[in-house]
């Protein structure tokens, strides 16, 4: 079956520690996205990747970091400098061009 | 600035009665619009599309109405399911690769 998983599903950390989420497809898609998602607001876009080694930053990178050293693979790390990390966090993919995003399960990651 | 709107957040209606979520866009270059649909906890899945040349595409019980001269669109379920109460959101994109998602309107459908 092809997916995207996202691990784990809930994530607690402490204040300070940075945090890796995972997020990996086998669904052959170029593109890879990260969003999060805070109650009474949509899906805000954080990263954004359309090829191996090269990402763009969305509309609230600060605090973020990703890397994408492989196509199947997207992980993003929360770091301390992000003020507020806690919120439900989304992983998607698509093929480049096409308008419609498969969308992980998601973690909930708090902080506290 | 909130380029994509659904300006109420909760609906209410009864099953088997029609649904009706509205969506509200400034960015007069969007070219494709989406609507996805949520459960709690789980990620959003794809529910239908329709390009900004229609204005209007049917795919079963949903149908999504485009009115590009009011930058208005609109989701129609029917007959509404209890099955159909999630969160909806709609969704923009202007260059094929982002979305700009509205802030979501949780559905609810009375038995």
């Known amino acids: 079956d092809g997916g995207i998983t996202q691990s784990p599903k809930y994530l607690f950390r402490k204040e300070g520690q940075n945090v890796t989420l995972s997020c990996e497809q086998n669904?052959?898609?170029?593109?890879m996205y990260w969003y999060r998602q805070d109650p009474g607001q949509g899906l805000r876009l954080i990263y954004y990747?359309?090829?191996?080694?090269?990402?763009q930053k969305g509309d609230i990178a600060e605090g973020y970091s990703v890397s994408r050293e492989k196509k199947e693979s997207f992980p993003l790390t929360v770091t301390s400098a992000q003020k507020n990390p806690t919120a439900f966090y989304l992983c998607?993919?698509?093929?480049?061009?096409?308008?419609?995003?498969?969308f992980g399960p998601g973690t909930r990651l708090t902080v506290t | 600035d909130q380029q994509v709107k659904q300006n109420s957040p909760s609906l209410s209606v009864q099953e088997g009665r029609i649904s009706i979520l509205n969506c509200d866009y400034t960015?007069?270059?969007?070219?494709?619009f989406l609507w996805y649909k949520k459960y709690p906890a789980e990620g959003p899945t794809f529910l239908i599309s329709?390009?900004?040349?229609?204005d209007k595409n049917e795919d079963g019980r949903f149908t999504v109405f485009l009115n590009k001269s009011a930058k208005h669109l609109s989701l129609h379920i029917v007959p509404s399911q209890p099955g159909d109460s999630a969160v909806y959101f709609c969704?923009?994109?202007?260059?094929?690769?982002?979305?700009?998602f509205g802030e979501g309107t949780q559905l609810t459908v009375n038995p």
């Open positions: 969704a923009a994109s202007d260059r094929g690769s982002r979305l700009t």
């Open positions: 998607a993919s698509s093929i480049t061009g096409n308008y419609e995003q498969c």
């Open positions: 669904l052959n898609h170029d593109a």
């Open positions: 990747s359309q090829i191996v080694n090269d990402f």
């Open positions: 329709i390009s900004s040349i229609k």
């Open positions: 960015n007069s270059m969007f070219d494709y």
